[in-house]
């Protein structure tokens, strides 16, 4: 009894489903054509002769071109990194420091080739031992800041010069402002 | 009662004698006159006469002397006869002729020159008491003029005041003369310069060893500030500390057996000891703060350096034993080169105000402040001569950087470096 | 009367104990060695009282009792009052001139005040041919121009005076520097009747100013030597010694020289005297 009671239910229930199935196919059926065939040989023909044609060349002038491109990015960064400035007798970035030094990151990561040595300055105000020990400070802290922007700690070296290579010796408040700061000075 | 009555006769006959014989007591407490009139005669041949000898020698000793701050010159012109008699004997002096004119002390002298060979005669008498009081004799050559003349300075402090002068030494300092800052070396009295370092990069800050013919000093020449030692008379030169960072301000201890300095291998400038082999010996201080220039107490257990650690630069002393560290300068926003009297008493130190450094001199207990100079430009870089009579230092002034000398109690300042020369960082020798 | 007061001497002797006499003898031989201490040289004295601050006139004779006075006046100071005194009466006199434009109104009075005399001389002569008012007018102003004249010729005279007292002055001033006119010589404590200065103060200056030391001679303030000094009534040192030596040698050679250059004090003492000369370095100008 059981065996035979299940029988017919099964095959009451594939009946069920296979009206279904069938109610559910019938649709998309007058549209697939139409919709599908068309694109796909469309882009078959558009793929394949670009695929042949540039293979080929692939090797050596896309290998040119990624060079082309390192060296753009990295001639980029060698003229984009910009010096930062700090305040009288302060190794703390200033704001504007670090939006400048975000950029500088950028220009770094984007050319892996290059190296970079920060050289830290100072105005000539101040002693000349305390401004060579400030200056290192101030190339220290460009220095981590920019390690922990993701440039690889490896590549960043630092100087100090304290106030002996300024970059206007003139004694005012605007040439003591440019001399104190953290030069970048990009290494392949 | 015989013995009471004899004991009254003797008070009696003491108080009368006490009495009438009891002197007049007189307290002078200062000199009438705080400077001693010095005539100094000019050097006579004893033979042909040579040009320009009497003269350079008269030029230097005048100098030297004059900045002793000691004496006020007899006028020569008030000069009598015996200035013109070569009397190297205190016998043949005619003390009454220097007498009249006010002099109290008296410098004769002659040379001979024969041969290629000058001997100079000198002699210092005490006019008032009518003897000699120091006589030398000097041989040499003709280019020995100078230091004849600056070791006869030395001569009559060292019988004067009972301690020799500094005038026979030497000072090293930093001139941007070819463009680049290098070491050079010259007299006290600014003749006689001579560059020793071909390095064309930045040298800087040297010091004397105090026992030897050695500097030592801070140079970029490959590439970091790496600490250099240099004889002075063979011109080896070697490379002391190279630790990654600075290696700057080095100074030699008294008995010149280890060199402090700033290292900031660590990633941060700390004082070290280095043994003149260039091995650490001691790390002095740790904190997070900027720690440099450091300057040896005389007796060699104390250092006095500039530190950032309390906010503003200031000098503190580190006991190089106990490592223990106080302050010193309080007043002031930025206190930095303290240096160390050889005497102990005082330490110089150059204060910023505005934006011009002036020296100031201060007690090593940190009492007593005083201001050694004044007026336009920033003084820096004071160091002590080797007797701790005179301070030298560099003066940035209306776009040059000159060095100038003065006494340690701030008078008496002159420039003893020549135009143009842009120099700095001097560092006096000890005797040479 | 002898018995009795035995008696009573010997009561007092049984009422004090038997040492007392010689007790009473130490104590009294006690008391009397303070003294004689007092006078030792162990015996640290108090320097003598400093006199106040002042130059003495070397040309002053030195005297012990001084009269009461001044250091600082010159025993010459007869001369320049002679010379003084005449001119200092005529420089009343100018003053009774102003007196004669009194007869002028008193309108004219301002006028002559000011010097214009030559622009006056020339304006009247066009204007005197016209009236008799104008006549007045013009005695007037010749009264005027007189007056000026006599006060011009007043205030030449006083110039004149004025320049002979300056020079006066100028001639005083060289010689003394006392604030007080024909102040005596003496000393500001001067109780005694002796014109001159006092003869400590004298001598005190004269040594004074023979001792040259430079405070770049000695690395140390703390020095002092005793040297007595016996000069003659001739005012020449006989005899000196240090009683005490500082041990510096710059120091004690400096006042060798002082001592030496001090050899004739220039003026007679009253007696031979001795000095005894402390010397040190307590006001000593110094910089560190």
């Known amino acids: 009894m059981m065996p035979k009671l299940n029988l017919t239910r099964l095959v009451v229930m594939l009946f069920v489903l296979t009206l279904l199935a069938a109610g559910c196919a019938k649709k998309p059926l007058t549209e697939e054509p139409l919709v599908t065939e068309q694109p796909t040989q469309e882009q078959v023909l558009q793929q394949q002769p670009a695929v042949i044609e540039e293979q080929p060349v692939d090797e050596a002038a896309a290998e040119a071109a990624r060079i082309a491109a390192a060296e753009a990015a990295a001639n980029k960064a060698v003229s984009g990194l910009l010096r930062i400035y700090f305040d009288f007798d302060q190794y703390v970035l200033t704001d504007a420091a670090r939006q400048q030094l975000a950029r500088n990151a950028s220009l770094l990561k984007a050319a892996p080739t290059i190296n970079v040595q920060i050289e830290g300055h100072c105005d000539e105000r101040g002693s000349d031992e305390y401004n060579l020990a400030l200056g290192e400070k101030r190339a220290m802290a460009t220095k981590s800041h920019l390690v922990s922007l993701g440039v690889s700690i490896g590549r960043v070296s630092i100087i100090s010069y304290g106030e002996e290579i300024p970059l206007d010796p003139a004694k005012t408040e605007a040439a003591w402002a440019k001399n104190r700061r953290a030069e970048f000075n990009a290494r392949r | ?329 309080y007043a002031g926003k930025y206190n930095a080169t303290p240096a160390w009297s050889p005497k102990g008493k005082r330490i110089v130190f150059a204060r910023l105000e505005g934006s011009e450094f002036n020296l100031f001199s201060i007690r090593s207990d940190g009492s007593d402040e005083r201001q050694l100079t004044f007026g336009p430009g920033s003084k820096e870089h004071p160091r002590w001569s080797p007797d701790g009579r005179f301070l030298i230092y560099s003066l940035d002034r209306g776009g040059e950087k000159s060095i100038w000398i003065m006494r340690a109690d701030g008078t008496g300042a002159r420039k003893i470096s020549s135009k143009g020369g842009h120099d700095t960082h001097p560092a006096w020798s000890a005797r040479w | 009367m002898d018995s009795s007061r035995k008696q009573r001497w010997q009561q007092l002797q049984s009422v004090f104990e038997p040492g007392f006499r010689r007790m009473l003898l130490v104590s009294f031989l006690l008391h009397l060695l303070l003294p004689v201490l007092y006078h030792t040289p162990w ?205 510096n040698e710059i120091f004690d050679s400096s006042l060798l020289r002082a001592i030496l250059k001090s050899k004739d004090l220039g003026q007679p003492l009253q007696e031979q005297t001795d000095f005894t000369v402390i010397f040190n370095l307590k006001d000593m100008l110094d910089r560190p």
Do not use: C
Not at chain 2, 90 to 119: H, P
Not at chain 3, 46 to 67: A, C, F, I, M, S
Not at chain 3, 125 to 152: G, I, Y
């Open chain 2, 1 to 329: 009662m015989k013995i009471v009555r004899a004991i009254l006769a003797a008070a009696v006959l003491y108080f009368f004698y006490a009495g009438s014989a009891a002197a007049v007591r007189i307290e002078i407490s200062a000199p009438g006159e705080q400077i001693i009139p010095l005539a100094i005669t000019s050097l006579l041949p004893m033979g042909a006469v040579q040009a320009g000898v009497a003269e350079e020698f008269q030029q230097v000793l005048e100098n030297d002397l004059d900045l002793s701050g000691l004496f006020d010159l007899v006028d020569p012109e008030a000069f009598l006869g015996d200035a013109q008699k070569l009397t190297l004997h205190s016998t043949q002096v005619d003390f009454g002729q220097w007498r009249m004119l006010g002099a109290e002390v008296l410098i004769k002298g002659g040379y001979r020159f024969e041969a290629g060979k000058l001997t100079v005669e000198l002699r210092l008498y005490d006019v008032i008491s009518r003897r000699l009081l120091t006589g030398r004799r000097y041989i040499g050559t003709l280019a020995d003029v100078r230091r004849i003349a600056h070791t006869f300075a030395d001569q009559i402090l060292l019988s004067l005041t009972g301690e020799s002068g500094p005038f026979n030494s030497r000072i090293a300092y930093i001139s941007k003369r070819t463009g680049r800052k290098e070491l050079y070396l010259m007299d006290v009295d600014g003749h006689q310069r001579l560059r020793l370092t071909d390095h064309r990069s930045i040298v800087l800050n040297p010091d004397f060893s105090p026992t030897r013919k050695e500097l030592i000093f801070t140079s970029y020449d490959k590439g970091n500030p790496d600490l250099y030692r240099k004889e002075i008379y063979t011109g080896r030169e070697s490379r002391l500390s190279l630790k990654p960072g600075l290696n700057i301000g080095g100074r030699y201890s008294p008995d010149g057996r280890e060199v402090a300095l700033t290292l900031s291998k660590d990633k941060n400038s700390e004082l070290y000891l280095l043994g003149t082999d260039g091995t650490i010996h001691r790390r002095l201080t740790n904190h997070y703060g900027i720690d440099v220039d450091p300057s040896w107490s005389p007796d060699g257990h104390r250092i006095a350096f500039v530190s950032d650690r309390r906010g503003n630069p200031n000098i503190f002393i580190v006991d190089i034993h106990t490592l223990e560290v106080n302050r010193l300068t």
């Open chain 3, 43 to 247: 015996f640290p004295k108090k320097d003598p009282v400093k006199p106040p601050v002042y130059r003495v006139n070397l040309v002053n004779k030195p005297v012990k009792k001084p009269q009461a006075g001044r250091p600082e006046a010159a025993p010459v100071k007869k001369k320049p009052p002679k010379k003084v005194v005449p001119p200092k009466a005529k420089p009343v006199k100018p003053k009774p001139i102003p007196p004669k434009p009194k007869p002028v109104t008193v309108k004219a009075k301002p006028k002559p005040a000011s010097k214009p005399t030559p622009r006056t001389v020339s304006k009247p002569e066009p204007t005197s041919a016209v009236s008799k008012a104008q006549e007045n007018a013009l005695q007037k102003r010749l009264e005027e121009l007189r007056t000026a004249q006599a006060k011009k010729r007043a205030e030449q005279e006083r110039k004149d005076h004025l320049d002979a007292l300056r020079a006066a002055v100028a001639a005083e001033s060289q010689q003394v520097k006392s604030p007080v006119a024909d102040a005596p010589v003496g000393s500001v404590t001067g109780k005694g009747d002796e014109i001159g200065v006092d003869e400590r103060d004298y001598v005190r200056e004269f040594i004074t100013r023979q001792w040259r030391l430079s405070q770049y001679q000695l690395a140390t303030r703390q020095l002092e030597a005793v040297v007595l000094l016996v000069y003659s009534a001739e005012g020449k040192l006989r005899h000196y010694r240090f009683e005490e030596k500082s041990g």
